[in-house]
């Protein structure tokens, strides 16, 4: 399965930190009636029992919405609930292997930190990557932000569409246009938000605005 640039417009990724007494399925559904294109179910923690659950609870969403779900790092629960494809981290399952284990019309996300990794990602079989952090994040301590040169010397380097990760609110998305990127991968700027629909719809608005920018550069 090759991925549209479309679907990656407004791409959110789970995080069970703002439930604030809602089940995940609630603020999922909330945030694709929104606008979200694109989902991630991102669990870190937890037995693999009770995300192949959630996964399975998700699915049904998505699949109303039109937005493919992908697993966070784990091919192994990409199988066994069906979602339509995994991201995968630096440290994870190689590409390739993740390709003769999923078969040819999964979906497979690779993070990509510098044009050198982003290559290897496509010529790996990946059909998008995940560029960032773009801004300071708070969800992955760790990642130093990328500069705007290298988000664009990432965007210009591969075939595959670009979606840029990190620190990406309402107040900065729109900073991203003209690198390319075919969207935003947000977390905080849906799910820690009071209305999730509400604030799902104002990122999708900015978010057309950036990848329509993207095309114009690319016409």
Not at 14 to 38: C, H, K, N, S, Y
Not at 110 to 122: L, W
Not at 147 to 169: F, M
Request: with cysteine; aromatic share 4%; proline share 4%.
């Amino acid at each position: 399965m090759k991925v549209d640039r479309k679907q990656l417009t407004l791409y959110a990724v789970t995080d069970r930190r703002w439930l604030r007494g809602a089940t995940l399925e609630e603020q999922v559904e909330q945030a694709l009636e929104g606008g979200v294109t694109f989902l991630q179910l991102r669990e870190k923690q937890g037995d693999p029992r009770e995300i192949l659950e959630q996964a399975q609870k998700l699915l049904p969403l998505c699949r109303r919405f039109g937005a493919p779900l992908i697993i966070n790092d784990s091919v192994e629960l990409t199988l066994a609930c069906g979602a339509d494809g995994v991201h995968l981290g630096q440290g994870d399952m190689n590409p390739r292997q993740a390709r003769r284990l999923l078969g040819p019309d999964k979906i497979i996300g690779v993070s990509a930190h510098n044009p050198q990794e982003a290559r290897r990602a496509m010529e790996a079989g990946a059909d998008y990557l995940g560029a960032g952090a773009v801004f300071p994040t708070g969800t992955k301590t760790d990642a130093g932000a990328l500069s705007r040169e290298t988000l664009e010397e990432i965007c210009r380097s591969v075939e595959i569409p670009v979606v840029a990760i990190g620190g990406i609110t309402r107040e900065n998305v729109l900073s991203l246009a003209g690198s390319g990127v075919a969207g935003a991968a947000v977390v905080s700027a849906i799910f820690a938000q009071p209305d999730v629909r509400k604030a799902a719809r104002e990122m999708a608005a900015l978010c057309r605005s950036v990848a329509l920018s993207a095309k114009k550069e690319g016409d």
